[in-house]
């Protein structure tokens, strides 16, 4: 399975925000919308990425609030990022390895969405969901020879 097809599942809703708006916008509209992230772009392009984790580290950093902290000193400059011909699989190392909880989805420059961590759970659940229902279908189905009996549901 392929970034691509959970993309097309999931809908192509974004929110961004400007690294120069000043933080408490930002999470103003993560309230608002009641999402984790924020992509950050700048002149049409991606320049990082901002997450619930950043803007708490932002508050302990300034003493308890984000005064005039603007989104550009708090957000991730270097975001984990991949592309819709990546498989799932690899997004799930990915995300595991740098603990990340979003991911910007990126064809060429062009922003095409965000995987989240749920996503890719939900991803995953889904596919094993389906598998045990075609397994448990096979097994239902599974050929009597002569003379034996179809053991009963438990």
Not at 73 to 80: Q, T, V
Request: proline content about 4%.
């Amino acid at each position: 399975m392929k970034v691509s097809d959970i993309l097309r599942v999931k809908g192509s809703v974004l929110y961004t925000v400007s690294p120069d708006q000043p933080l408490s916008a930002a999470v103003t509209t993560m309230a608002e919308h009641d999402i984790g992230s924020l992509v950050v772009m700048s002149h049409g392009d991606l320049v990082g990425m901002l997450t619930f984790r950043e803007v708490m580290r932002a508050v302990v950093k300034n003493g308890g609030t984000w005064g005039g902290t603007l989104v550009r000193s708090a957000m991730d400059d270097h975001p984990l990022t991949c592309t819709l011909e990546t498989e799932m699989d690899e997004v799930r190392r990915m995300m595991l390895n740098r603990h990340a909880r979003y991911m910007p989805v990126l064809n060429g420059r062009m922003l095409m969405g965000v995987m989240s961590f749920y996503d890719v759970a939900k991803a995953v659940v889904d596919a094993q969901d389906f598998e045990n229902r075609m397994l448990k279908a096979y097994i239902r189905d599974w050929p009597v020879e002569e003379g034996e009996q179809r053991p009963e549901a438990a």
